[in-house]
């Protein structure tokens, strides 16, 4: 019996390691995380904003440390308004997903050209994984008075110019999901990386 309960508080340990070591990966005392975005078209480097989104940003690099996000596709891609992944593998199967989050839009970050922010349903805490990147200034995203937007948590810093390239490729009907504006050829986010702090 001693042994049991020994060996279970080492499994216990080792999770309570393991969880602390994924909750330190995610820099949580850096407010602007940078990552690396490798994709099939070339990289581009994306700056966090932890102040004004903390627990969106949180949940994306959860994600990002998990490599959750690796071998991914851009699933739908409308030219001149948003590049949207997360949420399927390279062969269409639906990523595993977390819990919703609280809709952070009015945090006074907008939807525009080279920011990144949270794919969600009707629902305005509906956010899970799927995330955009704005191809254009799309105010029609942002929080009004009478409605929720679409939370913004961070911004393109490096080869802006990548998001115009994706957003331009050939798009049609995707028969076997019914999804329109699917990349005719597949899109692929290859890997996404945290990259190292810099304080």
Request: proline share 5%; aromatic share 12%.
């Amino acid at each position: 019996m001693r042994r049991i309960s020994i060996f279970l508080f080492s499994c216990l340990l080792a999770l309570c390691s393991l969880n602390y070591a994924q909750a330190s990966d995610t820099q949580a005392d850096n407010l602007f995380p940078r990552v690396k975005f490798v994709t099939s078209h070339g990289d581009m480097v994306v700056e966090l904003n932890r102040m004004r989104a903390p627990y969106t940003v949180e949940n994306f690099l959860q994600y990002v440390v998990s490599c959750s996000y690796n071998n991914t596709l851009f699933h739908r891609v409308i030219d001149e308004f948003v590049v949207q992944g997360g949420g399927f593998d390279a062969e269409w199967n639906e990523l595993p997903t977390g819990e919703t989050i609280v809709n952070e839009s009015g945090n006074g970050l907008k939807n525009r050209f080279g920011t990144i922010a949270m794919a969600r349903q009707s629902d305005p805490h509906s956010a899970i994984r799927q995330f955009y990147f704005n191809a254009n200034d799309n105010d029609s995203l942002n929080p009004s008075a009478r409605r929720w937007g679409y939370t913004v948590f961070g911004e393109v810093v490096e080869n802006a110019e990548l998001l115009r390239t994706l957003a331009a490729v050939p798009t049609g009907f995707h028969e076997p999901t019914q999804y329109e504006n699917v990349p005719l050829a597949p899109l692929l986010l290859l890997r996404v990386e945290l990259l190292p702090a810099e304080f």
